[in-house]
C-alpha cells in the first residue's frame, strides 16, 4: 500500500516539473527552454540558463518563429518576483491534517519558511532551483507534529529532515520528504517504531 502510494506521489510531483517551461524559437530554428516573464506588441521578455548562470533576454518579434507557454497558463505569469509567498493545503508546514506557512527570499534562490496548521507547526531553509518564488526548491525542515499532551490528537513527534517541493507555474505545489525522528510524545503509534517519517503535502501557493 506504501509503495503505490509513492508510486503515485512520485508520478505527480514529476507531472509538475516537467510542466514548468516555456518554449520560444527564432526564425533560424533556435529553441530556448525557458521561462517567459512577459511580453509587448515589439518583443517577448525571458529567462534561461546556460552554464548555471542565469541569462535575461528578449526577442523582438521580427525575429520570433513561435513561442509557447506551458499548457496550464494562457499568457505571462504573475509573481515571478516576488519576495514573499503563501502556501496552504494538507501536510503543509509539517500539520497533520491542513496547515499554511510563509516563505521569505533572502536571496535569488535562498528562503526560510515559517508556518503551522491543525496539529502541527513548523520550519526551514530552502534552496531554489531557479531565481524565482515560483521555482521548486530543495528544503531542510524542522516540525512538530502535536501540539498537546493528549494522547490520540496531541503532541506526536519531532522531525527534521529534507524534503524536494514541486511547484507548477500557476497554483499547485506538492511535497515529498523524510524526517529523523528527534523525539516522540503519547500520540506517537508506530507500530514498527522506525527512526524516520515520510512527509507528503499537497496544496497551492500564491506569491505575495
Not at 62 to 85: F, M, R, T
Not at 136 to 163: E, H
Not at 174 to 194: E, F, H, M, R, T
Request: hydrophobic share 40%; proline share 2%.
Amino acid at each position: 500500500m506504501i509503495k503505490k502510494q509513492l508510486i503515485i506521489i512520485v508520478a505527480l510531483l514529476g507531472s509538475i516539473a516537467v510542466s514548468a517551461q516555456d518554449i520560444v524559437v527564432n526564425k533560424t530554428g533556435q529553441k530556448f527552454d525557458c521561462y517567459i516573464s512577459r511580453e509587448d506588441s515589439s518583443a517577448v521578455y525571458f529567462s534561461f540558463y546556460r552554464n548555471e548562470a542565469k541569462i535575461d533576454t528578449f526577442i523582438v518579434r521580427n525575429d520570433l518563429a513561435n513561442y509557447q507557454y506551458n499548457a496550464s497558463c494562457d499568457g505571462p505569469i504573475s509573481g515571478w518576483d516576488s519576495k514573499v509567498c503563501l502556501s496552504a493545503g494538507f501536510g503543509v508546514s509539517g500539520s497533520t491534517f491542513f496547515g499554511a506557512e510563509f516563505e521569505f527570499l533572502l536571496s535569488d534562490r535562498i528562503g526560510i519558511q515559517v508556518g503551522g496548521g491543525a496539529l502541527g507547526a513548523g520550519g526551514g531553509i530552502n534552496y531554489h532551483f531557479a531565481s524565482s518564488m515560483r521555482s521548486s526548491y530543495l528544503s531542510l525542515q524542522y516540525t512538530v507534529q502535536g501540539l498537546s499532551n493528549d494522547s490520540k490528537w496531541g503532541y506526536k513527534q519531532t522531525l527534521i529532515g529534507p524534503a524536494i517541493v514541486f511547484r507548477g507555474r500557476s497554483w499547485l505545489m506538492a511535497q515529498v520528504g523524510v524526517g529523523y525522528i528527534l523525539d516522540k510524545g503519547p500520540a506517537y503509534n508506530d507500530i514498527k517504531s522506525l527512526p524516520v517519517a515520510l512527509k507528503v503535502a499537497i496544496g497551492g501557493y500564491l506569491p505575495l
